[in-house]
C-alpha cells in the first residue's frame, strides 16, 4: 500500500480521474516477463513475475507471493521484454519548436540563430508548455521514463515559464527534472576582449534567479510531485565565479544537483585558456564547484588531467553523441572516462540539433562512435555498457534520482518500459546486443512511470496527441517563419565565431577530439 504522504498527493491531484486514484492504491501484477536485469552475471531473467505496489516494484520472482494485495491489473507479458526505463539527462524541451530547422552550422553559430528566433517569437508559457509536452509525449512513447530539461528561454527566466515546464511533466506523466539555464557573461565576447579575470569578477550581476527558483522549489515541495528542480549553470565560462560559487552554495543549502554544459567544442576549451590561463576543470576544481551533485552535458574536450579531476571529484559526464556529430563538435573521450571511473550517461541534446529525443539512438551511436577513438576493440563501449548508460547510468548523474530509477528491482520505482518486438528485433537471438543495435523505439508497447501506464499498446494514456499536434504546429511554423527572415540578413557575430575558431584550431597544446 502506498504511504500516507504519497496517498494524501494523489488525491491532491485534480486531474487524476476517481477511476485512476482506485487503480492507483491497489496493485499491478506483471506476468511471464522477459527482464532485462543491467546486471553483467544474469543479464536476463526469464518467466518472471513484477508486482508493483502503489509507485513502486514490491517483489520480482518466478513465484511471488501477493497475498493480501489487492490486485488491479494484471499485464501478460508472454513475448514481451520488460526494461528499465530510459533517461535522458541532457536535454532541452522547447528546443522542439525548431526541429531540424538548421543544417551546417557550428554550435556557437547555431545557437545565435536558435535564441535571436526566440527572441524574437517571445513564446508565452502557454506555448513553452505546449511544447515541452510535445516533447514528453515524444520521449514517452519512445520510452524515456525521466528527463533533464536544462531549460533557457528568452527573453528571461521567470516562475510562470518554469511552472509551464513543470506542468508539461506532470501532464504527460513523465519523471522530470527542471535545469533552469543560469549565466551572467558572455564567454567569447570577454575571449574577444581579452578581458582577464579581475575584469570578469567584476561583471559579476545580482541574482535575478535565485528568488524564482527558490519560489519554484517550495512549489513543488509542497506539491510531493516527482518532478524535481537543479541548479543549471549554461556552462561555467559563461558564469562568473561568484555566480557558480553562489550555486553551490544555494545547492548545498537546499540539497540540488547541478546540471552544466561542459567542454562542448574546441572554441570553449580553447577560451577557457584565454580567461583562466588553465582548463576550465582546474579552474572548476579550484573554485570548489566539482562534486557529485556535478553532472557536465558534452565533456567533450577534457584532457587528462581533467578526467581525473572529474573522477576524483564524482562527477558525471553526460554523452550527446547525435548533437556532437551533427554540430561536429567532436567526439566525447566516453571509454577513457568509464575506465577512468567516471559515471557516463547519455543525453540527446535539444531537438533542434539531434532531431530526435531518442535515446535508443543515442545508445547505438554511443557504442558506435567510441570505435572510431580507439583502434582497440577491448576498449570500444560494448551494448552492456550503452544499456547502463541510457539506463542506471542515467539514474546516477542525478542525485534525486539516485538508488530510485534505473533498475528492476525490490523497493526502486517502477519506472519500466515493455517492448513488444517488431520486425527491428527479428530474428531475436541476443537481447542486450539488439536493444542497442537494432531497437530505434518502434517495439515500445507499454510505459509505466512510477507505477503509472503512461503509454498503453503505443499510445498515451493522459495526452490527446492529435490535439497537441494541432497546437503546436503553428508555434513552430511562426518559429519558422522568423528563422527564415533572419538567416537572410548578415551577421557580423558569425564572422567573430569564424575568427575565433580559426585561432582555437591553430592553438597547440588541446586534446584531439576531431577527425583530422
Ligand atoms: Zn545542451
Not at 522542439?96 to 508559457?125: C, G, H, P, V
Request: hydrophobic share 40%; with cysteine.
Amino acid at each position: 500500500m502506498p504511504s500516507p504522504a504519497l496517498q494524501e498527493r494523489v488525491r491532491g491531484e485534480d486531474s487524476v480521474s476517481a477511476q485512476r486514484v482506485e487503480e492507483f492504491f491497489m496493485a499491478i501484477l506483471l506476468e511471464n516477463a522477459t527482464v532485462v536485469t543491467l546486471s553483467p552475471s544474469k543479464p536476463i531473467l526469464e518467466a518472471q513475475q513484477i508486482l508493483i505496489d502503489g509507485e513502486t516494484i514490491a517483489q520480482m520472482g518466478r513465484k511471488i507471493h501477493a497475498r493480501g494485495v489487492p490486485i488491479a491489473k494484471r499485464i501478460d507479458c508472454s513475448h514481451m521484454i520488460v526494461m528499465p526505463g530510459l533517461v535522458n539527462a541532457h536535454c532541452h524541451l522547447t528546443e522542439i519548436l525548431q526541429k531540424s530547422f538548421r543544417d551546417n552550422a557550428r554550435m556557437e553559430i547555431w545557437r545565435s540563430y536558435r535564441t535571436t528566433t526566440e527572441d524574437l517569437a517571445k513564446l508565452t508559457e502557454d506555448e513553452i508548455g505546449t511544447a515541452a509536452e510535445l516533447a514528453c509525449s515524444e520521449m514517452l512513447k519512445s520510452g524515456v521514463t525521466a528527463v533533464v530539461d536544462h531549460f533557457s528561454t528568452r527573453p528571461g527566466l521567470t516562475v510562470k515559464k518554469m511552472e509551464a515546464i513543470l506542468g508539461a511533466f506532470e501532464k504527460t506523466g513523465i519523471r522530470g527534472m527542471l535545469v533552469p539555464s543560469l549565466r551572467d557573461q558572455d564567454s567569447i565576447r570577454l575571449a574577444m576582449q581579452r578581458t582577464n579575470r579581475k575584469n570578469m569578477a567584476v561583471q559579476t550581476s545580482p541574482e535575478p534567479w535565485k528568488d524564482e527558483v527558490l519560489t519554484v522549489l517550495a512549489h513543488l515541495r509542497r506539491r510531493r510531485t516527482q518532478s524535481g528542480i537543479m541548479l543549471g549553470p549554461s556552462s561555467p565560462m559563461n558564469c562568473s565565479d561568484g555566480l557558480l560559487r553562489e550555486v553551490v552554495k544555494v545547492a548545498e543549502q537546499y540539497d540540488l544537483g547541478i546540471h552544466t554544459h561542459l567542454l562542448e567544442t574546441r572554441l570553449q576549451a580553447w577560451t577557457a585558456q584565454k580567461l583562466y590561463g588553465r582548463t576550465i576543470c582546474a579552474h572548476l576544481d579550484e573554485i570548489g564547484f566539482l562534486s557529485p551533485r556535478v553532472s557536465g552535458a558534452h565533456s567533450i574536450w577534457l584532457d587528462e588531467r581533467d578526467i581525473d579531476l572529474m573522477a576524483s571529484a564524482g562527477a558525471s559526464a553526460v554523452h550527446n553523441p547525435a548533437s556532437n556529430l551533427k554540430l561536429g563538435s567532436g567526439i566525447a573521450p566516453v571509454a577513457k572516462l568509464k575506465s577512468r571511473g567516471v559515471n557516463v550517461a547519455l543525453g540527446t541534446d535539444g531537438g533542434d540539433t539531434s532531431d530526435s529525443y531518442s535515446i535508443f539512438e543515442q545508445m547505438r551511436l554511443a557504442a558506435y562512435l567510441s570505435r572510431v577513438v580507439d583502434e582497440n576493440p577491448n576498449n570500444w563501449i560494448q551494448a552492456p555498457d550503452a544499456l547502463r548508460m541510457g539506463t542506471v547510468n542515467g539514474a546516477q548523474a542525478i542525485p534525486a534520482w539516485r538508488g530510485k530509477i534505473g533498475v528492476i528491482r525490490p523497493g526502486y520505482s517502477a519506472d519500466l518500459i515493455l517492448l513488444k518486438p517488431t520486425l527491428r528485433l527479428r530474428p531475436l537471438r541476443d537481447i542486450v546486443h539488439q536493444l542497442v543495435f537494432c531497437e530505434g523505439g518502434q517495439s515500445v508497447h507499454t510505459v509505466l512511470v512510477a507505477g503509472e501506464v503512461v503509454v498503453d499498446d503505443g499510445r498515451l494514456t493522459r495526452v490527446d496527441e492529435n490535439s497537441l499536434i494541432r497546437r503546436v504546429e503553428p508555434i513552430s511554423r511562426k518559429m519558422h517563419r522568423i528563422y527564415s527572415r533572419i538567416k537572410k540578413i548578415p551577421d557580423r557575430s558569425q564572422k567573430m565565431t569564424h575568427q575565433l575558431y580559426k585561432k582555437a584550431l591553430a592553438a597547440k597544446g588541446l586534446p584531439v577530439r576531431l577527425l583530422s
